[in-house]
Each structure stands twice: as structure tokens, then as C-alpha cells.
């Protein structure tokens, strides 16, 4: 069964013009739980032969605009119930119908304008980050396995959340027989930021098992004797690390320099260097959580 969303183009709020949205472009989200549109992969592109006019398959969607079948709407769940006002519900929805068996589908074709408000016109009682919060936080607890303790260490805060009981939208999992997350993320979104497989995860950075530094999209790139810095991921060998396990130096592969603190400058500065074997304090670095694997 396949829930179909339109294109959905931009109305400006203060002079009702319209823009026109692109064709060119998919749900994502990242691991802050954000929603996100992004490029349409290649491999995408192959399985529909170039043809855009036909529909995208599309790992997430923005929620609000799409049509589904009555009563396969209901069949699945509908809304969950323990959502407040706004905020998690077109993950979450996204999550159930990929992993229970249904495609979210945006087709090229259908075009729906949208005015996007500045200013949301309803009330979040508690505030918006708390209702977001609590939202996120069923949808974790319900559709992401292990990967929750991931999303924890992304987002240390939502631990502390109260969820509710969400006991009733695990039964549902359980009688869709619902496939799990790791299967959502190998086979309807490969291209997600953070890969399936990783060596460590941190509180800002993750090293990935392709040997990058990575924060969402963003990855740390140098070249020899430079400042590191934040670029897109690429996958080009200045974005390349291997981390020694014994001396707990970040060896750069392509300058064979190791990351280390500026010492002449403000703290949270970091350039390459030569390594070094002893009085290299400031090229130490500790991974210090739990693997998934």
C-alpha cells in the first residue's frame, strides 16, 4: 500500500507569491530527528530510469499533505495518540508505514501550495521544545530499537523525557509484525548521514566506520599543517582518520599528521601536526561510549 505526496510548493506569507517546488529532492531527516529535504540519490534515479515523471520513493515525508486509504489509515494506526499538537508525527508516520509493510511514494506530477507561516498560529502547551520532545521521544522509544541509545547520546536531553505509556503503539508494532529499524536504514535509507555500522559514538562527532569525523553531514577535513574544520561530507581522502587505540592519537590519512589542539589559541581549536611519540598531551583523544553494532 503506498501513501503519495505532492511536490509541495512555497506560498509566501506577507504576498501570497508562489514558488514553484523542486522535483529534484526527497524526505530525509538527521540525527537530531529533524525533518530535511535532500538531493535525490543516484541509485534512485537508476531504479526509476531517469523518468521523472514517475513517483520517488522517499524514506520520510513532511507531513500534513499526502493521501492514504481510509481504511488503511486506520489499519496502520492512524495519528498516535499520545502526540501533542505538532512536531515528530511525520517521522513517526513515515517509521510505520516503511517498516509495516507500506512505501511513502512523493509523486512529480502533484503539485500542493503551501503557505509557511513565520509564526505557528496554535499554542504548545509547555512550550514547543517540550512538546517536540515528548513526540520525538515516543518515536524512539516505539520504531528506533537500538538505535535509541544512539539518538541519546546525540540528544542527551530527550532521555530525561517522559514518553507516556506507549504500550498500545508497541502492540500495534508487534501485530503488523513490523520489520526493525536496522532494516529500514539498509534498504530504504542507505544514504541516511549516520551510517548503519560505526565504531563509536559521541556527543558531537561520531567515527564512522569509513573512517570519517562526522556530525550529521558535516565531516572534519584538513589539509597538512591546517586548521580542521567542518566541511560536507565528501568522502575524499582530507576527510580520512584512522584513531590508534594505544597511543590515542587521530592520525590524519593523506598529511599523516595528527589532530591536536592549538595551544595559540582559544580552546575547541584544532590544527594537524606533526605526530609525536611522547609529550603529546594535547594529541590524546578518548572514545568513551558504547558500540553499536
Not at 248 to 262: G, L, R, Y
Request: net charge neutral; glycine share 6%; charged share 25%.
Amino acid at each position: 500500500t503506498a501513501v503519495v505526496c505532492p511536490i509541495i510548493d512555497v506560498i509566501n506569507d506577507n504576498d501570497f507569491s508562489y514558488l514553484t517546488g523542486s522535483d529534484m529532492t526527497w524526505g530525509g531527516f538527521n540525527w537530531r530527528l529533524n525533518f530535511r529535504w535532500y538531493p535525490v540519490p543516484q541509485r534512485e534515479e537508476i531504479r526509476r530510469n531517469n523518468d521523472h515523471s514517475l513517483p520517488l520513493l522517499s524514506p520520510t515525508m513532511a507531513g500534513g499533505l499526502f493521501t492514504i486509504d481510509r481504511k488503511y489509515f486506520y489499519e496502520i494506526g492512524a495519528y498516535d495518540p499520545g502526540m501533542e499538537v505538532w512536531g515528530g508525527e511525520n517521522l513517526e508516520m513515515s517509521f510505520r508505514i516503511w517498516q509495516c509493510g507500506g512505501k511513502v511514494l512523493i509523486h512529480p506530477c502533484s503539485h500542493v501550495g503551501h503557505v509557511f507561516r513565520k509564526q505557528t498560529p496554535y499554542t504548545f502547551p509547555g512550550g514547543t521544545g517540550n512538546v517536540i520532545y515528548h513526540n520525538n521521544k515516543r518515536l524512539v522509544e516505539v520504531w528506533l530499537d537500538k538505535y535509541k541509545d544512539f539518538i541519546y547520546t546525540i540528544i542527551p536531553e530527550l532521555k530525561r523525557v517522559d514518553a507516556g505509556d506507549v504500550s498500545e503503539r508497541l502492540a500495534l508494532r508487534e501485530r503488523l509484525k513490523c520489520k526493525d529499524f536496522q532494516w529500514y536504514l539498509q534498504n530504504i535509507y542507505p544514504e541516511s548521514s549516520m551510517p548503519v555500522n560505526f565504531y563509536h559514538v559521541g556527543i558531537i562527532l561520531v567515527y564512522s566506520k569509513k573512517n570519517e569525523l562526522r556530525f550529521d553531514d558535516l565531516c572534519m577535513e584538513a589539509n597538512a599543517n591546517s586548521a580542521v574544520k567542518l566541511q560536507k561530507c565528501s568522502g575524499n581522502e582530507k576527510q580520512i582518520w584512522n584513531y590508534n587505540n594505544e597511543t590515542k592519537q587521530m592520525k590524519h590519512v593523506k598529511s599523516e599528521q595528527c589532530m591536536a589542539t592549538d595551544k595559540t589559541k582559544s580552546p575547541g581549536h584544532l590544527i594537524l601536526v606533526s605526530c609525536k611519540q611522547e609529550n603529546n598531551a594535547n594529541q590524546r583523544w578518548y572514545l568513551e561510549q558504547a558500540v553499536l553494532t
